[in-house]
């Protein structure tokens, strides 16, 4: 056996099985210690300072240093460190953060579930979509639409929502009764000369096509971002969710918002559901919910469901279902305080002013030798790196391009996050204009130096 050496780095590798890494380069390269963080800007164990242009994970809307929440957390903590609430146990941070939530939301919704992750919220949903209809009496309407490129997050049911081929290959996913359709991604999928609005319609169409070819009976509900993010930041055309949601309600689809990236103010609005027209049945969120500081997320449901569900319990005893932290007191805390700070900066207000910087600085990018389109809305985009911009075609291998610019950009002090040859950018919501620009700066030379790479 070798030895161990003493250094983090050393026995990161010795110790660490890490997520969403190639296991095998790992071991060689190493990982990237992050050691702490101060406002947009994380800083690594060697003092090398970088905006983080993800904000972590699409999640750390107020960025690092937030004294608040870690008073919030502290306080709560010192009165009431954990308490489960199943079998009618409750608490004040969760009844309160149910309420504020229920007041938010984009469209009325009557009771709130709490669970640990975007993963475990939607997982819940899966499981709650099923009870509705057994609870309806519909045993045989059960199979649920997602899309292709869509993430929803990798558990064993939620990895098959996911519609993203490393999700599935080698798990031997997806499991039964999920499917996927179209993405809504014109740049890549519309045919030639199609418009936005008659590739929606397109979508639209083949939508109620497969309803029909699987029966109306049989398909309970579509999962859907309002802007898929994990999948490259995919903004659908405009009409696109006026035109699904008829054939949705036509038959008796329920529509689920998965919200965990949009949600609190990253496409502009309150909700991606405001952005898009999305009049969602049930909703979930996460991430923003608590500035990632906690671990926490939130399932919304209607009347309508919540309706079946209180019946099905009454009839068997009990809604089964519940996770240990569900709505842990100290992350509830930190995801109200979380609520009231967006309320007291007047984040929205922020958020739409500093976006058309964003936005200005993202486009530019296009014109760019190696990217083919830019794109983005509020404080959330990508670029999609190409070899040929006319022809539209990608680098090869597929993800080769998105590593090597990803990687130029941490040497230039910018953190990205490459899905594929797309690079996202999804700063905390509290950056200003001036990091903006150094962000894209930063990134843009990133750029220029993969040209001599690539080209
Ligand atoms: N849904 C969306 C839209 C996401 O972007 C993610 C994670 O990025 C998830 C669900 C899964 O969330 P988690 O990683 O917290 O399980």
Redo the contacts with the bound molecule.
């Keep these: 056996m070798t030895a161990i050496g003493n250094s983090p780095a050393s026995r990161d590798k010795a110790f660490v099985l890490h997520p969403y890494t190639n296991l095998k380069a790992h071991e060689t390269q190493g990982p990237m210690i992050i050691d702490r963080g101060q406002g947009v800007r994380v800083y690594d164990d060697s003092g090398k300072e970088y905006i983080e242009g993800l904000a972590s994970?699409?999640c750390v809307s107020l960025g690092w240093g937030q004294e608040r929440l870690v008073e919030a957390a502290a306080r709560q903590m010192r009165k009431l460190a954990t308490y489960h609430t199943f079998t009618h146990k409750s608490h004040e941070p969760m009844i309160d953060l149910a309420e504020a939530l229920l007041k938010l939301a984009p469209v009325p919704m009557s009771k709130v579930f709490f669970a640990n992750?975007?993963?475990e919220a939607?997982d819940t949903v899966i499981k709650i979509i099923w009870y509705y209809n057994n609870a309806l009496g519909r045993p045989e309407k059960k199979k649920i639409l997602s899309r292709l490129k869509a993430?929803?997050?990798?558990t064993v049911a939620t990895a098959s929502l996911t519609g993203l081929p490393n999700n599935h290959r080698d798990f031997d996913l997806p499991i039964a009764r999920i499917q996927h359709l179209d993405c809504p991604h014109h740049y890549r999928f519309a045919e030639p000369g199609e418009t936005e609005e008659q590739f929606a319609t397109r979508l639209a169409e083949n939508l109620e096509a497969h309803i029909l070819a699987e029966g109306p009976d049989t398909v309970a509900a579509m999962f859907a971002?309002p802007i898929m993010?994990?999948g490259g930041v995919i903004i659908p055309p405009e009409t696109y969710f006026a035109k699904i949601q008829p054939i949705l309600k036509k038959y008796d689809v329920l529509l689920i918002a998965?919200e965990?990236?949009c949600g609190f103010g990253r496409t502009g609005n309150f909700w991606g559901s405001e952005t898009v027209g999305m009049q969602p049945d049930i909703l979930t969120c996460?991430k923003q919910l608590s500035s990632g500081y906690l671990p926490i997320?939130a399932v919304m449901v209607n009347e309508k469901v919540y309706q079946a569900m209180v019946a099905e319990s009454e009839k068997i005893g009990i809604f089964g279902h519940g996770f240990t932290y569900s709505a842990h007191p100290v992350a509830a805390a930190v995801a109200l305080e979380t609520l009231k700070i967006y309320e007291d900066m007047d984040m929205l207000n922020h958020v739409r002013s500093v976006s058309p910087r964003f936005l200005e600085r993202l486009t530019a990018l296009g014109d760019h030798p190696l990217i083919g389109e830019a794109r983005g809305i509020g404080l959330i985009g990508a670029v999609e790196l190409v070899a040929d911009k006319e022809t539209k075609t990608p680098f090869e291998p597929a993800g080769m391009a998105g590593a090597k610019v990803n990687a130029l950009g941490h040497e230039q002090g910018v953190i990205t996050r490459a899905m594929g040859d797309r690079i996202a950018f999804c700063p905390p919501l509290v950056i200003g204009t001036d990091d903006i620009d150094e962000m894209f700066d930063r990134f843009t030379r990133a750029l220029d130096a993969a040209i001599p790479v690539l080209k």
């Design positions: 994970l699409w992750s975007g993963s939607n993430y929803h997050g990798v971002e993010g994990a998965d965990v990236i996460a997320s």
